[in-house]
């Protein structure tokens, strides 16, 4: 084909304004030296730039490009179509193949036939599509970005942060209007628990995805204090709707998000790089709502067995202590007991000893006393008087010496019977 266009533009070129050609026939060699190329139809790979439906036609219309490898800039594109005669059947086949419909974004293996109008210019018509390709690019797609983020070291980062034991405040990542997040909360408001959620709204599909839910995460994560953990969540969807989920970029921030991730985004028969960097990956957003539910739950019954176990070592404690005190008070009911009989009979002792001994000390006063007395009265001046004995007083005093008296001292002598009066005379030593 190289060849006989080469020939022909050189004959065009070399032409002088005498021998021109018109368009039409220009277009027509192009048209001519394409259908010798390419007589047949041909297996080609791109990836889609746009995919429209024309839906009164049925036809549907392609933009196919081919990105460079090192900076994906576009550096081959082309117009193609799917007649409607193929469409159906293409789009049904491709969905049963690989569960998500055709869309920009996928790499595709396309069988097309290379036409050229001369109105209308190049153009391809696709024949047919194989899923098994997409599918195949896609998975190498994936193992390339999960093999970039071990490389990085990030992979594991979020699934490694410690887990609330419950919780109670989430950050949500949705679309506003998502069925999903609807289903979400309901399942979070029947549970008997206080959880609160906060809407961080995002754009949940599409091109815009991923730059709209890294947003989201930044905003949580400036307010990283006030939240548990984290819900991305989506009510499902074509795996072309989910491509976004499987993006580096998104990834990797969720990776290194500092608060644990929950995903639940609608995978039903995959798992996107999203669920395998996420703390938790569950299928759906009930799933969602109905694990944080059971930590909750889970929770709860931790707190009520502790509380049981303490109410019951505390019964356990206070039985055996009632039990200490009852033996402790019933031994020193008994002790006291024993130390009042002892000091009963002690006392009763003693009171007989003390009775014994008062009466025996009296005893020996009164015999004291009666020798005293016999002492006394063998003493007294009486007594002795009566014996013929006399008491000689002078100036009312005691006179036991003839030295105090002489010749004619008036003295006063008292006898037993009575008292006489006399004069001394005579006094001798």
């Known amino acids: 084909m190289g060849a006989k266009i080469g ?41 889609i730039g746009e995919l429209k439906e024309n839906r009164y036609s049925g036809h549907c219309y392609l933009e196919l490009i081919e990105k460079s490898e090192k900076d994906s800039t576009p550096k081959a594109k082309a117009s193609a179509a799917i007649w409607r005669s193929r469409w159906s059947g293409i789009a049904a086949h491709f969905r049963m193949a690989t569960g998500c419909d055709l869309a920009a974004g996928m790499s595709v293996l396309l069988k097309v036939g ?123 969807g074509s795996q072309s709707d989910l491509e976004c989920f499987n993006s580096y970029a998104l990834a990797a921030n969720i990776a290194q998000f500092p608060l644990p991730v929950l995903t639940g985004i609608g995978h039903d028969k995959d798992t996107s790089v999203a669920d395998l960097v996420a703390a938790r990956a569950l299928k759906t957003p009930t799933a969602v709502a109905d694990f ?81 007395e016999a002492q006394t009265n063998a003493a007294s001046p009486q007594r002795i008087l009566s014996m013929g004995f006399a008491m000689v007083r002078r100036g009312g005093k005691c006179v036991t010496s003839p030295a105090e008296l002489h010749a004619g001292d008036r003295v006063e002598i008292r006898l037993s019977e009575g008292t006489s009066h006399a004069i001394i005379t005579e006094n001798e030593k």
Not at 34 to 45: D, Q
Request: proline fraction near 2%; include cysteine.
């Open 7 to 47: 020939k022909f533009f050189r004959t065009f070129v070399i032409m002088t304004p005498e021998k021109h050609i018109t368009l039409s026939e220009l277009l027509s060699d192009v048209k001519r030296t394409l259908a010798e190329r390419f007589p047949m139809s041909v297996w080609i790979c791109a990836e």
């Open 114 to 236: 290379v036409t050229f109008h001369e109105a209308y210019g190049f153009s391809l018509v696709v024949s047919d599509i194989d899923p098994a390709y997409t599918l195949g690019e896609n998975e190498r797609r994936k193992r390339e970005i999960i093999a970039a983020l071990e490389a990085d070291g990030v992979i594991d980062l979020n699934r490694s942060l410690p887990f609330p034991t419950v919780i109670q405040r989430v950050a949500v990542i949705s679309s506003a209007t998502a069925a999903g997040l609807q289903d979400f909360r309901n399942h979070l408001c029947e549970s008997p628990y206080a959880i609160s959620t906060t809407l961080f709204e995002a754009i949940v599909q599409g091109s815009s995805a991923e730059e709209s839910i890294i947003a989201a995460l930044d905003e949580i994560a400036e307010r990283e204090g006030e939240f548990d953990a984290v819900a991305l969540i989506r009510g499902g």
């Open 292 to 372: 944080i539910t059971a930590l909750a739950e889970g929770y709860h019954s931790e707190v009520e067995g502790r509380y049981e176990q303490i109410a019951q070592l505390a019964t356990h404690h206070l039985t055996n202590h009632s039990n200490r005190l009852a033996l402790c008070g019933a031994k020193l009911a008994g002790a006291t007991s024993s130390l009042l009989a002892t000091a009963n009979l002690s006392l009763s002792r003693s009171e007989l000893a003390l009775r014994h001994s008062s009466l025996l000390a009296i005893e020996r006063a009164e015999a004291r006393l009666r020798n005293a």
